[in-house]
């Protein structure tokens, strides 16, 4: 199956409670970086988490990784309503380069006021 | 922040013309462009990594002739659609990176539809 499998698929919580998105990916990596992508738009940049790295934060964004089991996680805590999105990680893997990523399948996180 | 602009951010075309797709980074140079095609609900798919100056690389199953990249300058990268059919239609992305291990940039994506 494709690298970067996320879960789950869909994710709906009420604003205030934390979301916890999950990422596996298959080979080796140089860095995982998660992205955030509005309907119809682009994607964002969150957070990039380098291979050697086990956490990381930036404001209400938790990411940890865990290179022994392959997978990453994003918290976001307090959530908003505006945090409404589709979540994607993405893997640049080490025997690419120029930072061709593979993303994975996305979690729609919906944040009900 | 890195700013990439795409444009059109949506287009709808006859079957048998060709769309072309501009991706530009506006305040920085792009050594490498990057294009996407996402379906509804899905995840991006990697159609080609763009360098400029240089041939385009496509990924297994892309037909490049049917998706010209130009990549002719640090600030422009260009994906022509030739012609369309209504299979083309669908959201395609173009990222674009600076340097080494910098975070993507990405446009706010075109919406391709083919009648």
């Known amino acids: 199956s494709q690298q970067g499998e996320e879960d789950p698929q869909a994710l709906s919580i009420q604003e205030g409670e934390n979301a916890t998105m999950n990422c596996s990916y298959k080979?080796?990596?140089?860095?995982l970086q998660w992205y955030r992508q509005n309907s119809g738009r682009g994607l964002v940049h969150l957070i990039l988490?380098?291979?050697?790295?086990r956490e990381k934060h930036s404001g209400r964004l938790r990411v940890t990784l865990d290179t022994s089991k392959k997978s990453s996680s994003l918290l976001i805590t307090a959530s908003r309503a505006a945090d409404t999105a589709s979540y994607f990680c993405?893997?640049?893997?080490?025997?690419?380069?120029?930072?061709?990523?593979?993303f994975g399948e996305g979690t729609q996180l919906t944040v009900n006021p | 922040g890195a700013v990439v602009s795409q444009h059109p951010s949506w287009v709808i075309c006859k079957s048998g013309t060709s769309v072309k797709i501009e991706c530009r980074s506006l305040?920085?140079?792009?050594?490498?462009m990057f294009w996407y095609r996402q379906f509804p609900k899905q995840s991006l798919m990697l159609m080609a990594t763009s360098n400029e100056g240089s041939k385009a690389t496509y990924e297994q199953g892309v037909e490049k002739d049917k998706f010209l990249i130009n990549h002719a300058s640090l600030t422009l990268s260009t994906l022509t659609v030739t012609s369309a059919h209504p299979e083309d239609s669908s959201f395609y992305i173009c990222s674009a990176i600076g340097f080494w291990d910098s975070p993507l940039h990405f446009g706010n994506g075109t919406r391709l539809t083919v009648t």
């Open positions: 988490i380098r291979s050697n790295e």
């Open positions: 305040d920085f140079q792009a050594t490498t």
């Open positions: 080979t080796s990596i140089n860095n």
């Open positions: 993405a893997t640049d893997a080490q025997e690419t380069s120029g930072s061709r990523l593979t």
